[in-house]
């Protein structure tokens, strides 16, 4: 078979990010532990490059390379964009963080390039096989990124707790993959969608693989009742990391979503029979474990997972709907959730200093004594998580229930409604503790300038994003439509 090299163009993103980390691990064997502040710049100088590589191998067609394994569409393209900027702010906040304590390694950033290329593949599959591979690859550098802090014990455990659940997952999610593949005898998306349309949903040995492809990824997306690991993981690992594991792979989560069941199954979406049926119970459970646990949370980095895990109840709120107009909510709803969620760590690791994690609410009581500008951004991004108008939050859950009512689930966004009352008490209580209560630290915060610019940047594109949701809409809208 002749190889066309032509077929490399569309991928170089990928070939770019992997160089990338290689590069940074190698340089790094050279320098000295003050000199560290290269390998940062040469991953953050990466990213840069890499968004401007994105764009000027994007375009409106959709190429399928590599024997059909590999897709690149303007889906692909837009979240490819949005993971590289969510990773660059992620590293941006962690670098003091990193610094005051003893972690600021190569490492880091090498893992953390290794899990952006492990995301890029994922975005851009069409195959089964190459899906699995991402997956992997973002898997396998998160475990290593919870236990980056050697002498921690929670962060072993988490990091432990995390592989043991990530394996069973990732068993589940290949045995589902190899019943379709017995039931069906392709891998390729595009092959599997018009296999599955004579068959339906009579076949027991693809409905078994739906269910164990299903549950695969619910546990990626961290959805009940496959949501053990997020606060333990949340909880245990360094503060820098947790920013990283609860913002980018979101994307790649739902990207992992609308490849396998949108573009794979969607021969497989009988009412409650198929995959709707099963990500109505995951959603309405996710909200309602999501919301209700994290009222009872005394620390932050547990109130922000298990809100995670109410979030996704939403994503798969706008999936389930099953219309171009749901993928399109879902979308808008995960990029701008990846923003709230980059920034509400953000906060956390400005608050912290060395010695001192800023992870009890307590913490956070007169925060607007000691910091009014912080305040007002941790109360944006709170009240965006919330979902209070004129936030991009308001927007995106706005969307995501308009394109349920539109597919006759009215219940549903009933149910969402009430749940999101429910949720806005936890964020609500963080702006109350900011603004009417007494300080119980008084240290002043001490912030790069680099941070506190991108942190403003952040907390003010939640306002900006809400009062002109159109074009990010718009972008969304373009990513699914071609």
Known sequence: MHFDPTQLIPVLPELFILSLACLVLVVDLFLKQEQRIVSYGIAQLGLLAAMAITLAVGGQQTQILFDGSYIRDPMSDVLKLAIFVVSFLAFLYAKDYLRDRGLFKGEFYTLGLFAVLG????????????????????????????????????????????????????????????????????????????????????????????????????????????????????????????????????????????????????????????????????????MAVGNLVAIAQANIKRMLAYSTISHVGFILLGILAGTETGYTAAMFYTLAYALMSAGGFGIVIALSRKGFEAERLADYQGLNQRSPWFAAMMLLLMFSMAGVPPTVGFFAKLFVLE????????????????????????????????????????????????????????????????????????????????
């Open 119 to 286: 995301m890029l593949i994922m975005v851009s599959a069409n195959s089964f096989l190459t899906i699995y591979l991402g997956l992997e690859l973002l898997s396998l550098s998160l475990y290593a990124l919870v236990a980056f802090k050697r002498d921690s014990a929670a962060g072993a455990e988490a990091a432990m707790k995390y592989f043991v659940l990530g394996a069973l997952a990732s068993g589940m999610l290949l045995y589902g993959i190899s019943m379709i593949y017995g039931a069906t005898g392709v891998i390729r998306f595009d092959q599997l969608s018009s296999a599955l349309a004579g068959k339906g949903l009579d076949d027991k040995v693809l409905l078994f693989g739906l269910v164990f492809v299903v549950i695969g990824l619910a546990f990626k997306l961290g959805a009940v009742p496959f949501h053990m690991w997020i606060p333990d993981v949340y909880h245990g690992a360094p503060t820098a990391v947790t920013l990283f594991v609860g913002s980018a792979p979101k994307i790649a989560a739902f990207a992992l979503a609308m490849r396998l069941l949108v573009d794979g199954m969607d021969g497989l979406n009988g009412g409650w029979q198929g995959w709707q049926g099963m990500l109505i119970v995951l959603s309405v459970l996710s």
């Open 403 to 482: 394109s349920v009512i539109s597919v006759d689930l009215t219940w549903l966004a009933v149910v969402a409604v009430i749940f999101s009352i429910v949720g806005a008490f936890y964020y609500i209580r963080i702006v109350k503790l900011m603004y009417f209560d007494k300080p119980l630290d008084e240290t002043p915060l001490l912030i790069g300038v680099d941070t506190q610019v991108m942190l403003s940047l952040n907390g003010l594109s939640m306002l900006l994003l809400g009062m002109f949701p159109a074009g990010l809409l718009a972008l969304c809208h373009w990513a699914i439509a071609t």
